[in-house]
């Protein structure tokens, strides 16, 4: 990459970062000022009071969820002690009749 291409892309770079920051300096004060006026202080209220709002729904649902788990796994506890253990007893073989090979009598 030649040396000029090179001090290009740093500039642009640098450009970018003094431009974001300002950026950013702009939003800070926009929302100070808006903080200052009773609209602005409204709405800020207003956005507490829904994540407050959130989180208790968040809340409210994860405890139910964890109340369903023990109730099922409470359940299915009761209904394995209550079902009757069935023995499986061994199948009944045939007796086995071994045969008794035949001995040649020697002579």
């Known amino acids: 990459m030649s040396p000029m291409r090179k001090t290009a892309g740093r500039k642009a770079a640098a450009t ?5 920051a300002k950026r950013q300096a702009a939003v800070k004060k926009a929302a ?3 903080k200052g006026r009773a609209a ?10 829904r994540a407050a709002g959130r989180k ?3 809340t409210r649902t994860r405890r139910a969820a964890a109340r369903k788990v023990a109730a099922t796994r409470t359940r299915k506890k009761e209904a394995a002690l209550t079902q009757p253990v069935q023995v499986q007893e061994p199948p009944v073989s045939e ?6 090979p035949e001995t040649s009598i020697p002579e």
Not at 95 to 100: D, M
């Open 56 to 58: 208790a729904a968040a």
């Open 95 to 100: 007796p086995q009749v071994r045969a008794i």
């Open 16 to 20: 970018r970062k003094r431009n974001a």
């Open 32 to 34: 100070s000022t808006r």
């Open 40 to 49: 602005g202080k409204k709405a800020a209220a207003t956005r507490k009071h």
